[in-house]
């Protein structure tokens, strides 16, 4: 599956942003879908998932309360949602799938068969 992300830029701190994720698969609620982030100089981050119903979702601590993970079936898109930014959200933010209906959702890089170019989000504080 080809997915393509976008709506990254540069948003002041405490402000919002959402990205979207456009992907090209026929059969795309077969897919548990995840959103990533790297910061220069470190490794690739979860930060959320979806499954592939768009029933059940799972964050990581760090954005649990300010971002929103959610998916439109019928478009073959899913979306982040962004509030209350910070100075350390700052990073590449991919979308990524995962073929397959898991319990639980999937967390690791290495469990994301396809990925998305990524789409850069930056915070002035």
């Known amino acids: 599956v080809q997915l393509q992300a976008c709506g990254g830029g540069l948003v002041q701190a405490g402000g919002s942003l959402r990205l979207s994720c456009v992907a090209s698969a026929n059969s795309f609620s077969n897919y548990d879908m995840g959103w990533f982030r790297q910061a220069p100089g470190k490794e690739r981050e979860f930060i959320a998932a979806?499954?592939?119903?768009?029933?059940?979702?799972y964050y990581t601590d760090s954005v649990k309360g300010r971002f929103t993970i959610s998916r439109d079936n019928g478009k073959n898109t899913i979306y982040l949602q962004m509030t209350g930014l910070k100075a350390e959200d700052t990073a590449v933010y991919y979308c990524?799938?995962?073929?397959?209906?898991?319990?639980?959702?999937?967390?690791?890089?290495?469990?994301?068969?396809?990925w998305g170019q990524g789409t850069l989000v930056t915070v002035s504080s």
């Open positions: 990524a799938a995962q073929y397959g209906r898991s319990w639980p959702l999937k967390t690791s890089p290495t469990d994301y068969g396809s």
């Open positions: 979806v499954s592939w119903s768009g029933r059940t979702t």
